[in-house]
């Protein structure tokens, strides 16, 4: 089965926590500090792989998780790098966030790539702030998380033609004998429900990836039939060509079925209505189609539009259509125009909030707060100072004095409460 949309979640690895530490030297009592830092979470990276063309690996597994980054260690040893984690994915692969449905990436060509989730910093060791003052640090520095995020990846089929028209008007015949795809093939409406690809590969012409989509009928654009799913497999392709019953065995016109497909284009988008259309008038080998042939003929040449006699059930003027398409594809520029804004997720804020508790301490709580609380040593008051210097510099002593707070009013972070001392 074709798979075009997938939802996975993607975590980067978190950076390593630096480490506490100090020397141990034969005759010197107490060595200076040598804590390590931690090393860098792997990123969760995405590149183009040529050679895939479904997304259907992601549908089996949902969960991709980059390495974390080693601790730092004792001995100003360093922690290794947690490896990047790079995902594979077929050229068209646009990956949107899943809560914002924003466009993180677009990944066409092979040189694409996009970093989707990066790795947290590694924390610092006890090493890294050691001063002329504090000669014995006791705390190091968490490493940071790792982002993390749910995303939709989405696959806009990279075909350079797509066979549009009614359903059962033998287009999966079509694509059957002229590549080595094997559609199924049925006389009843909505055999195809998921589209099908094949790579035309015939003596005389250049190569080329053809689509074969549902049916389309009248209000596909609004969903009707399984029209609107699949109209977007179109989008990016350079040629249609619109498949025409021309026996009228279904007791439709082959004019009316020319004019409804084109106007189901037009309302579902623009710029499908306006792709450069070769007409295949199929069926040519049921009795009667000789005449609707004629007629549709002298139509098309009204817009200038070619007509090629066919017969896919037994492979009649399939050569000379497909010769004639390549040609066209040579003078037909791929489609470069953008899907929009882009975005790239900004890394995670650490953020708090000041309350009053119903005691009257002031509470401050948040990521910020966490992640602070796990490097403070708080029986160490060289780590205490630290954590002052960094309450300070976020300003958040100035907006607890800005509350109203005293000398002894206490202040609570999660578990951890102090008096505070101007
Ligand atoms: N007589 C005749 N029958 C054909 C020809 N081409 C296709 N058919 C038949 O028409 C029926 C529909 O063919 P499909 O290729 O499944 O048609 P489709 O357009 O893919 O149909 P959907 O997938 O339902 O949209 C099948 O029974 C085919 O055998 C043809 O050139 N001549
Ligand atoms: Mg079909």
Redesign the pocket.
């Given at each position: 089965m074709f798979v075009d949309v997938a939802k996975i979640y993607v975590k980067a690895g978190d950076g390593g926590h630096g480490a506490v530490s100090f020397r141990r030297e034969k005759y010197v009592p107490f060595g200076g500090p040598d804590g390590g830092d931690g090393g860098k979470g792997g990123d969760v990276i995405f590149v183009v792989d040529k050679g895939l063309r479904t997304l259907l690996d992601f549908r089996y597994k949902k969960k991709y998780i980059a390495m974390s980054g080693e601790n730092g260690g004792t001995n100003n040893k360093f922690g290794k790098d947690g490896e990047d984690l790079v995902i594979k994915v077929p050229p068209g692969t646009v990956i949107k966030d899943a809560e914002t449905n924003r466009i993180i990436a677009d990944l066409k060509d092979e040189s694409d790539v996009a970093v989707v989730a990066r790795g947290g910093r590694g924390g610092r060791g006890n090493t890294k702030f050691a001063t002329p003052t504090r000669q014995a640090p006791n705390f190091a520095e968490p490493g940071m998380p790792g982002e993390e995020r749910w995303i939709v990846l989405e696959l806009k089929l990279l075909a350079d033609v797509g066979l549009v028209?009614f359903?059962?008007?033998?287009?999966?015949?079509i694509l059957s004998m002229v590549t080595g795809a094997k559609p199924k093939?049925?006389?009843y409406?909505?055999?195809?429900l998921t589209p099908n690809l094949g790579v035309v590969d015939l003596p005389g012409v250049k190569s080329f990836v053809l689509a074969?989509i549902?049916?389309i009928i009248e209000g596909a654009h609004e969903g009707a039939g399984l029209g609107i799913d699949f109209l977007r497999h179109i989008e990016r392709t350079r040629v249609l060509i619109h498949?025409i019953d021309v026996s009228g065995i279904e007791g439709r016109d082959p004019i009316e079925d020319f004019y409804q497909i084109n106007e189901e284009l037009k309302l579902y988008n623009e710029k499908l209505s306006k792709k450069p259309q070769i007409v295949a008038a199929?069926?040519m080998?049921?009795p009667g189609a000789e005449e609707n042939f004629e007629r549709l003929k002298a139509e098309m040449d009204k817009h200038g539009i070619k007509v090629f006699k066919i017969?896919?059930?037994?492979n009649q003027g399939l050569k000379e259509l497909m010769q004639y398409v390549g040609q066209v594809l040579e003078n037909v520029p791929y489609d470069e125009e953008p899907l929009g804004e882009f975005y790239i997720p900004e890394d995670k804020k650490f953020t708090y909030i000041i309350k009053r508790a119903d005691d009257g301490a002031f509470e401050i709580t948040g990521s910020f707060v966490d992640r602070l609380l796990l490097s403070v040593n708080i029986y160490d008051s060289e780590s205490l100072k630290y954590f002052h210097k960094v309450l300070e510099r976020k300003g958040i002593i100035e907006e607890l004095k800005q509350m109203g707070i005293k000398d002894g009013d206490i202040v609570r972070m999660n578990d951890f409460e102090f008096e505070f001392v101007e």
């Amino acid at each position: 089965m074709f798979v075009d949309v997938a939802k996975i979640y993607v975590k980067a690895g978190d950076g390593g926590h630096g480490a506490v530490s100090f020397r141990r030297e034969k005759y010197v009592p107490f060595g200076g500090p040598d804590g390590g830092d931690g090393g860098k979470g792997g990123d969760v990276i995405f590149v183009v792989d040529k050679g895939l063309r479904t997304l259907l690996d992601f549908r089996y597994k949902k969960k991709y998780i980059a390495m974390s980054g080693e601790n730092g260690g004792t001995n100003n040893k360093f922690g290794k790098d947690g490896e990047d984690l790079v995902i594979k994915v077929p050229p068209g692969t646009v990956i949107k966030d899943a809560e914002t449905n924003r466009i993180i990436a677009d990944l066409k060509d092979e040189s694409d790539v996009a970093v989707v989730a990066r790795g947290g910093r590694g924390g610092r060791g006890n090493t890294k702030f050691a001063t002329p003052t504090r000669q014995a640090p006791n705390f190091a520095e968490p490493g940071m998380p790792g982002e993390e995020r749910w995303i939709v990846l989405e696959l806009k089929l990279l075909a350079d033609v797509g066979l549009v028209g009614f359903p059962n008007v033998g287009k999966s015949t079509i694509l059957s004998m002229v590549t080595g795809a094997k559609p199924k093939i049925a006389n009843y409406h909505f055999t195809t429900l998921t589209p099908n690809l094949g790579v035309v590969d015939l003596p005389g012409v250049k190569s080329f990836v053809l689509a074969d989509i549902p049916g389309i009928i009248e209000g596909a654009h609004e969903g009707a039939g399984l029209g609107i799913d699949f109209l977007r497999h179109i989008e990016r392709t350079r040629v249609l060509i619109h498949v025409i019953d021309v026996s009228g065995i279904e007791g439709r016109d082959p004019i009316e079925d020319f004019y409804q497909i084109n106007e189901e284009l037009k309302l579902y988008n623009e710029k499908l209505s306006k792709k450069p259309q070769i007409v295949a008038a199929n069926k040519m080998d049921i009795p009667g189609a000789e005449e609707n042939f004629e007629r549709l003929k002298a139509e098309m040449d009204k817009h200038g539009i070619k007509v090629f006699k066919i017969s896919a059930a037994t492979n009649q003027g399939l050569k000379e259509l497909m010769q004639y398409v390549g040609q066209v594809l040579e003078n037909v520029p791929y489609d470069e125009e953008p899907l929009g804004e882009f975005y790239i997720p900004e890394d995670k804020k650490f953020t708090y909030i000041i309350k009053r508790a119903d005691d009257g301490a002031f509470e401050i709580t948040g990521s910020f707060v966490d992640r602070l609380l796990l490097s403070v040593n708080i029986y160490d008051s060289e780590s205490l100072k630290y954590f002052h210097k960094v309450l300070e510099r976020k300003g958040i002593i100035e907006e607890l004095k800005q509350m109203g707070i005293k000398d002894g009013d206490i202040v609570r972070m999660n578990d951890f409460e102090f008096e505070f001392v101007e």
